[in-house]
């Protein structure tokens, strides 16, 4: 065998076990048909922009899975399967090893298994690509362009933990403490997709998306798309503790909450008279949701507010790679 076709055989055909796989043998997978829409997203991670050289294989590899999940559940979708590429700079077995064991068990736990791919070297930065397939109910999927006038904006789960955690790796922040340190980092390393909250966005959810690029920049491009504005209150968050801490003592600026990266949070249009069954089906679920404002008619930017009800001035919304 080539060597490509060695490492393959060695550490990803044991992750192909959907019969439509067909043991990576073929060049192209097939998904069986069925009466439900197909959901279909990509994401790529490259070192130095969405992981860091020094990070571990395993998280490496959940991030690159997760992070389509995410998206995946953002439509109320039920994974399906993944495609994976792979551009590397060698075939290490230290990186590659700890590195499907990770995408294996994730692919088990999430019930998203391997289809197929392609590997190819590179001499620049290693690149991972998944393009992840989900179904919904025919017509079902969640839109993010369906926000309208009065309903309320929901959030998932804490914000702005994953751009503290880079912060601190990148020696531009100091925690409180090394338990502090570890939640934080453990969250930019490692998304944890709202895969439990996908039946519950699409049964109660009029639009929806996940926070990829930081809150403020993707609620405005929610509100964009869908053609209306909102004002949200900043004190109406959720933080971690962490997160907290380190603003409380200064060593975070709520800017940075608010428009960091990297959240993998869902964020959600829901109808006035529908919030309380959204909060408590997302309870059920297991995953805390929070009510940060309400959309309005109009086509301005989105405003925010603290307390007082005071204008909150955003310099940047969001993290752009251009």
Not at 16 to 22: F, K, N
Not at 112 to 126: A, F, H, Q
Not at 286 to 304: F, K, L, M, Q, S
């Amino acid at each position: 065998m080539s060597g490509e076709d060695d490492l393959i055989a060695r550490y990803f055909k044991p992750l192909a076990t959907d019969p439509g796989a067909r043991g990576l043998v073929d060049d192209a997978a097939v998904l069986a048909a069925s009466v439900s829409d197909l959901v279909l997203t990509t994401d790529a991670i490259v070192e130095g922009v969405h992981y860091l050289p020094g990070d571990p294989p395993a998280a490496i590899a959940r991030k690159a899975l997760r992070v389509n999940l995410s998206d995946l559940a953002a439509k109320g979708a039920v994974p399906a399967g993944f495609l994976l590429t792979l551009a590397l700079r060698s075939a290490d077995e230290s990186f590659l090893a700890p590195f499907a064991e990770a995408l294996g068990a994730d692919a088990v736990a999430y019930g998203c298994p391997l289809l197929g791919g392609d590997t190819v070297s590179t001499p620049g930065p290693m690149m991972i690509s998944v393009t992840a397939f989900g179904r919904v109910p025919q017509g079902a999927m969640v839109r993010r362009d369906a926000l309208q006038p009065g309903d309320a904006i929901v959030v998932s789960g804490t914000i702005g933990d994953a751009a503290l955690g880079l912060d601190l790796l990148q020696g531009r922040a100091s925690a409180a403490s090394e338990a502090d340190r570890a939640f934080l980092v453990g969250r930019y390393r490692e998304p944890q997709p709202r895969s439990a909250l996908a039946e519950v966005v699409r049964q109660h959810a009029r639009a929806a998306m996940d926070i990829s690029d930081g809150l403020a920049g993707d609620l405005a491009k929610m509100c964009r798309a869908s053609g209306v504005t909102a004002t949200l209150d900043a004190t109406a968050v959720p933080l971690s503790p962490a997160a907290r801490s380190m603003i409380n003592s200064g060593a975070a600026a709520l800017q940075r909450v608010l428009s960091g990266g990297d959240d993998y949070e869902l964020l959600c249009g829901v109808a006035a008279n529908r919030v309380d069954q959204f909060l408590a089906a997302a309870q059920r679920a297991g995953v805390d949701c929070a009510v940060i404002g309400t959309a309005a008619e109009g086509h301005v930017a989105p405003r925010w507010v603290d307390a007082n009800r005071c204008e909150v001035s955003l310099t940047a919304l969001s993290f752009s790679h251009f």
